[in-house]
């Protein structure tokens, strides 16, 4: 569509068949706004008015619309002018009141036969909600029967006969509107020379673009804007509503007046009309915490400085909306956090929840090896219509309908179906998705992060499990090997490339936890644990024999990373300080001077002097 040529594709074809088939059936996109031409001008109308004036344009004389609920009326062109409606209603036969005849499909089959068989100038019937007439396709009542009979009948034998100066043929025409073809009956639309399906289309960028000026012109300060501002405003509002219909774009704009968003933030306003917030939270993160970020989040992830820098990298793109492109909406950052196990990445997505949002609990995390089954997509955007869990909703729509800022972790993400590969794909190339439920849910305001053990093990020729990498190897291989496995696994495996396309370069391989770094890791757990005694009264040393006994065996095995740590302190330390402790008989200090590491470790605790 070209803004010199407003006519949607649909609509050319329509004008182009109206000499050719006395009957038409329009799908689709049939409750959108659709573009209309007014004194040079273009706006949004209602379908059946833009129909009805290019039906005037090609020669026709009057256009009734019927639907299930208020009956007959007639169209009234945009440009005033027309017949008297009581008498166009009459003159099919009905009994007219302010311009309006009752409904009923009795009234419709029976208007049907007398329009198409009226003489005089052409007329044309809008059947709107035609999918309403009918309860059960496979099962027609006889009145429903009836009506769609004598539609298939009257399709066939009505005539064209010429209409002004060219002397062209037009019908008394038929227009169905309903939401699919499939609605009415088959016997009706398939193999009918006389009618023609015309589908309806989403609106285009062009359609966007050619609206957008006239959108634009009544909202605060548009008026007074340079001939570039206003351009900028008019490609943030095509740009924002990527994959919007025309009646989302009007909405848009009535949202922005009435909450007096200037042109010039338009952005503001589509943001709003997506996820329902005013305030952008965004916008409120304090940027002194992201700029300290690094110090705070290498208290807990320790010895992965590299990864913390690129983290925080993405969440300052997104905090100044730096992030991709505007078209679409597409989320506010992506990172694919890759390496070993117990290294750090889990912790990673939970200590920069609590950095954006003040409590790392906030973030929403789904265990991908949960969603392993071919149908499990489903949990996450819930059940079609007429399946169980229907009325639920989806664990992911409902939790981004609720919580539209927010990080969303998806842990060991090689371990969903390949099927839920294409609802992620979705996500970063629309930052939306359809729930069961048919309603739109928008990712544009999130911080996506995906989590992955990929790269660490591969198979050998004999298809046995091997290590890819291992804690001897130097970082920069183990990096290039785990993002050549990668690679493999979504472009060879997966066969789905597009997606590791649209993550770009934040694929961000962790390192094995090293010697050193353990050291660290176990010191900063130790004194948590003192920590932890000393609020429930106990004070705690450990003498350097001890301690140095209790680090031997802690970090002696570093294949499950920080938290294989972890759970050696919780077995050579934890448990059994908690045995000695249970059996003193009150609060006091006491120090830890040595340790029996047999079956079940003992700790010999002394009194403090």
């Known amino acids: 569509m070209k803004i010199d040529d407003p006519k949607p594709r649909w609509l050319r074809d329509l004008s182009r068949f109206l000499p050719l088939k006395s009957q038409f059936v329009l799908t689709g996109n049939v409750r959108d706004l659709q573009v ?42 945009v440009d005033g002018g027309s017949s008297d409606p009581d008498e166009v209603l009459r003159r099919l036969g009905l009994t007219s009141s302010q311009g309006r005849a009752a409904a009923g499909i009795d009234l419709l089959s029976a208007t049907l036969e007398r329009l198409v068989q009226l003489d005089g100038a052409p007329m044309a019937l809008i059947v709107d909600f035609a999918s309403r007439l009918v309860v059960r396709n496979d099962a027609l009542a006889p009145p429903e029967h009836n009506l769609f009979t004598r539609a298939l009948v009257l399709s066939q034998t009505a005539q ?28 009706l639309t398939i193999d009918n020379p006389r009618l023609r399906h015309i589908p ?18 009544g909202l605060p300060g548009a008026r007074n804007l340079s001939a570039e501002a206003l351009a900028e405003a008019e490609d943030e509002l095509v740009d924002g509503t990527e994959g919007l219909l025309l009646v989302d774009l009007n909405a848009i704009t009535q949202l922005a007046r009435s909450e007096k968003v200037p042109a010039t933030e338009i952005a503001d ?21 992201v700029r300290q970020g690094q110090a705070l989040i290498a208290r807990r992830v320790i010895g992965q400085d590299h990864a913390v820098t ?110 839920i590969l294409d609802k ?41 499990r091997v290590a890819n990498v291992t804690p001897a190897d130097r970082f920069e291989d183990v990096r290039a090997r785990v993002r050549a496995e990668i690679d493999a696994h979504f472009k060879l495996v997966l066969n789905r490339p597009e997606i590791l396309n649209r993550i770009g370069e934040n694929i961000i391989v962790f390192d094995f936890i090293r010697p050193d770094v353990a050291e660290q890791i176990f010191e900063v757990m130790v004194q948590a644990v003192v920590s932890n005694a000393a609020d429930a009264g106990y004070t705690l040393t450990l003498a350097p024999e001890a301690k140095a006994a209790l680090k031997g065996l802690c970090i002696e095995d570093l294949s499950n990373g920080g938290r294989g740590i972890r759970n050696k302190i919780e077995s050579h330390l934890i448990n059994p300080l908690a045995r000695a402790l249970f059996d003193t008989d009150g609060q006091g200090g006491f120090v830890i001077v040595g340790l029996d590491s047999g079956p079940v470790t003992t700790l010999h605790l002394e009194p403090m002097a």
């Open 36 to 77: 209309q031409e007014i004194g040079g001008i273009l706006t949004p109308g209602r379908l059946d008015t833009v129909i009805a004036a290019e039906m005037r344009v090609a020669g026709y004389a009057d256009i009734i619309v019927f639907n299930p609920l208020s009956g007959f009326a007639v169209v009234e062109p």
């Open 310 to 419: 690129h983290m925080l990298d993405i969440v300052k793109r997104a905090t100044t909306g730096l992030s991709g492109s505007k078209r679409g909406g597409r989320p506010r950052g992506v990172a694919f956090l890759a390496g070993p196990t117990g290294v750090g990445k889990t912790e990673l997505a939970k200590t920069v929840t609590e950095l954006l949002f003040g409590d790392e609990s906030a973030y929403i995390r789904f265990d991908m090896s949960e969603f392993s089954a071919e149908h499990a997509d489903q949990r996450l955007i819930g059940a079609p219509p007429g399946y169980v869990g229907y009325d639920v909703g989806g664990e992911l729509t409902n939790a981004i309908r609720e919580k539209p800022f927010s990080v969303v972790l998806f842990d060991e993400i090689e371990k969903a179906h390949p099927r």
């Open 160 to 187: 064209a006969r010429p209409v002004g100066p060219s002397r062209g043929p037009l019908f008394n025409s038929v227009l169905w509107i309903v939401d699919k073809e499939g609605d009415l009956p088959d016997w």
């Open 424 to 464: 992620f794909l979705q996500i970063l190339d629309d930052g939306v998705l359809t729930s069961g439920r048919g309603d739109r849910v928008y990712f544009s305001e999130a911080l996506i992060v995906f989590t992955s053990n990929l790269g660490i093990y591969t198979t050998d020729a004999m298809g046995t």
């Open 269 to 289: 306003a589509i943001r709003r009309y997506k996820v329902g917030v005013t305030e952008d939270a965004w916008k409120k993160i304090e940027r002194d915490k």
């Open 200 to 217: 309806v289309s989403a609106p285009d960028r062009a359609a966007r673009r050619a609206l957008a000026p006239q959108l634009l012109r």
